[in-house]
């Protein structure tokens, strides 16, 4: 099992570029999310989704979508990147109330 | 407002020196409390699950306990492996979100 995959594992974009975050698991997992980690901020929720087909915001969804055409991915989307962007990102999956398996994350920069 | 707050933000012991991470929480309905291991350039790594005050779960070095409010994390007799930043999490019965804190660096020297 690869567990939770994400691609790239860095990226760097200018600002105003767009580009999608990838992330695959092989759990069967129905739920996964994506977070943000910032330094002396902690781990914030950006968006989430139940199942396939079924997505809501986090906590700072701004800027960001993400759909969940199948239980495997859970692509996250960047519409146009900002410096405010810079950081790295990770994407988690679990069963319900389970706790969460991480991936290793993208830490993308944006100039 | 649901909030997680862990201290210290960094603790550094001498290999063999006891010590304990503490997560104090504010949460409408608590579904869970987890420990996290994440080590320099890696995701947080699972450790353990809480679910109700007095349940504690141990795991070689490593000993987790919950109170209503709080939750410790206890390293018996710490070694340079166990050096990494310890993040804790609670699962909130509002929606069912997770809330992070922002974790406790450890550092273990020889």
């Known amino acids: 099992n690869a567990g939770v995959t994400q691609t790239p594992k860095f990226q760097v974009l200018k600002t105003g570029q767009s580009m999608t975050l990838q992330c695959a698991q092989d759990m069967n997992h129905e739920y996964m999310s994506w977070y943000r980690q910032d330094p002396g901020m902690g781990l914030r929720l950006i968006h989430y989704s139940v199942g396939a087909g079924i997505t809501d915001q986090g906590e700072v969804p701004n800027g960001y979508n993400v759909s969940r055409s199948t239980t495997e991915d859970f692509p996250l989307r960047l519409l146009s990147a900002a410096p405010s962007q810079t950081s790295v990102y990770f994407c988690a999956s679990s069963f319900r109330d389970s706790p969460l398996h991480f991936g290793n994350g993208t830490r993308l920069t944006v100039t | 407002e649901d909030q997680v707050t862990q201290s210290p933000e960094a603790l550094r012991l001498q290999e063999g020196e006891s010590s304990s991470l503490n997560c104090s929480y504010t949460v409408s309905g608590l579904r869970g409390l987890f420990w996290y291991r994440q080590d320099p350039g890696k995701g947080p790594e699972f450790l353990f699950t809480?679910?109700?005050a007095g349940e504690e779960k141990e795991k070689e070095r490593l000993k987790a306990t919950l109170t209503k409010k709080e939750s410790f994390l206890h390293i018996t007799a710490p070694k340079p492996e166990d050096s990494a930043t310890y993040l804790c999490?609670?699962?909130?019965?509002?929606?069912?979100?997770?809330?992070f804190g922002r974790g406790t660096q450890l550092t273990v020297w020889p």
């Open positions: 809480l679910y109700s």
């Open positions: 999490a609670v699962r909130s019965s509002t929606l069912g979100r997770l809330y």
